[in-house]
């Protein structure tokens, strides 16, 4: 099989769009989230008519869902700050997870595609055309797992703290620096 080599221009291409996609998934929740502080305001529960324990669960839960948007919004702005800091490590996959969406009925939330790799650390493959750069490999979540075997080295991106970002499969991509 022929490689498609890999720069540093197409990883930060792959993380730019990858971090991106993130930020408008987050600020998309944003009226959500308005809403149910809205609700938590204006609603049966309000604070002029609440007395007690419900009026502290109300504010707890608003701080909880405040802090748990404000994690999320954090994580992908700060890595697309550092980007061009990203660190390239190497491994394998043990285990390959199949995508699990969550059902109306069920409390099993939805699962992406996954790899699992021997260091146990997971690669969740975005919902994306990935590698858009790519002449060869151009391709969605689907076709990057069902083309992985057990066994398969990667090249596994991390920028900061954030780990397995982007994964590259070896048997596809040769890594070149300029």
């Known amino acids: 099989m022929q490689k498609e080599i890999l720069t540093k221009e197409n990883i930060i291409n ?13 600020l998309s ?24 324990f419900m009026l502290l ?13 404000i994690y999320d919004f954090v994580r992908a702005v700060v890595p697309l700050y550092k980007i061009k800091n990203f660190t390239i490590s190497s491994d394998f996959v ?13 409390l099993i939330l939805p699962r992406p595609y996954t790899l699992v790799f021997s260091r146990k650390s997971k690669y969740r493959i975005p ?15 689907k076709n990057v797992f069902h083309c ?23 048997k596809m991509f040769e890594y070149r620096e300029n």
């Open 14 to 26: 792959d993380l730019k769009s990858i971090l991106i996609k993130e930020i408008i998934k987050s």
């Open 29 to 52: 929740l944003l009226p959500l989230l308005i809403f149910a502080y809205l609700l938590f305001l204006f609603g049966p529960h309000s604070p002029t008519k609440t007395k007690g």
């Open 57 to 69: 669960f109300c504010i707890m839960f608003c701080a909880f869902l405040t802090l748990i948007y």
């Open 94 to 106: 043990t285990n390959k997870l199949e995508k699990r969406r969550s059902h109306p009925r069920s």
């Open 127 to 141: 919902d994306i055309n990935n590698y858009k750069w790519s002449n060869m490999f151009e391709m969605p979540d």
């Open 148 to 170: 992985t075997d057990i066994n398969d080295d990667f090249y596994l991106v991390s920028v900061g703290k954030r780990t397995n970002i982007v994964a590259y499969n070896k």
